[in-house]
Nanobody, 122 residues
Framework: QAQLVESGGGLVQPGGSLRLSCAASGFTFDYYCIGWFRQVPGKEREGVSYITRRGSTNYADSVKGRFTISRDNARDTVYLQMNSLKPEDTAVYYC????????????????WGKGTLVTVSS
């Protein structure tokens, strides 16, 4: 059974950093594109970043230059390093996996984690 488990969320002050992890199991991780999404209550979920099975990366304009996505295929894990955090980054962050080449949209994804809360506040 495919499973994705996010960790690393928490409370951080503006300007601070967090690293989120997404541990995968139950499917052939190497073959999947992995994406990070986030959602604020009352708003639609939005794509933050994704990394293809070949290691190509993509970022939303709002996080470019501040967030870095990476993957460790030996550990079946994807990371999202978040620096220079802003209050508007506050959201529940989800990781998701897609068997296809493209994985920047909700509709592309096959499996989802349950999310981890990131709160940026002083």
């Amino acid at each position: 059974q495919a499973q994705l488990v996010e960790s690393g969320g928490g409370l951080v002050q503006p300007g601070g950093s967090l690293r989120l992890s997404c541990a995968a199991s139950g499917f052939t991780f190497d073959y999947y594109c992995i994406g990070w999404f986030r959602q604020v209550p009352g708003k639609e979920r939005e794509g933050v970043s994704y990394i293809t099975r070949r290691g190509s990366t993509n970022y939303a304009d709002s996080v470019k230059g501040r967030f870095t996505i990476s993957r460790d295929n030996a550990r079946d894990t994807v990371y999202l390093q978040m620096n220079s955090l802003k209050p508007e980054d506050t959201a529940v962050y989800y990781c998701a996996a897609a068997a296809g080449i493209i994985c920047g949209r909700d509709s592309d994804m096959d499996y989802w984690g349950k999310g981890t809360l990131v709160t940026v506040s002083s």
